[in-house]
């Protein structure tokens, strides 16, 4: 993982949860906003570590926290939603706990991507996307 420049008033626009699985086909099953992850990342993923995984894609955070809150946090192994959701599904306790052990590049996070207000420690999220939200207005 390679540190970017990154303004540090930029908010958080994506987090990557640890959502209990049920069976399925694949050996792991995401879910994230379509265009989000490159076409090939999970054939990818598949060469590199061979097991299979699935991509199943979301519209919107309340679609997927639906889907997730109706199958109660069981079908998805990653979940890609924004910070306040990912607070929600973790009081709802519908997320495990991230084994840091088992994610290395969590070492590069810059130090405020390590203590947001949702998650300080990253315990059951990790920063994904960040950026900033512009408000144009004709006077």
């Given amino acids: 993982m390679t540190k970017t420049s990154l303004p540090l008033h930029a908010l958080l626009a994506g987090a990557a949860l640890s959502v209990s699985a049920a069976p399925a086909l694949a050996d792991l099953v995401i879910s994230n906003w379509d265009g989000y992850m490159a076409p090939d990342a999970v054939e990818n993923f598949a060469k590199e570590t061979g097991e299979a995984a ?3 894609v979301h519209a919107t955070n309340e679609e997927i926290m639906g ?4 199958s109660g ?7 890609f939603v924004s910070s306040p959701f990912a607070e929600v599904l973790n009081n709802l306790g519908l997320l495990e706990p991230i084994d840091a052990a088992k994610v290395p590049n969590l070492a590069n996070l810059y130090a405020e991507a390590a203590d947001l207000p949702h998650d300080p420690g990253n315990h059951f999220s990790v920063p994904y996307a960040w950026g900033t939200t512009g408000l144009c207005y004709r006077s």
Avoid: L
Avoid at 73 to 79: C, L
């Fill in 73 to 79: 946090g069981e079908g998805f192994d990653v979940a």
């Fill in 67 to 70: 889907k997730i809150i109706a």
């Fill in 54 to 56: 699935e991509m199943v």
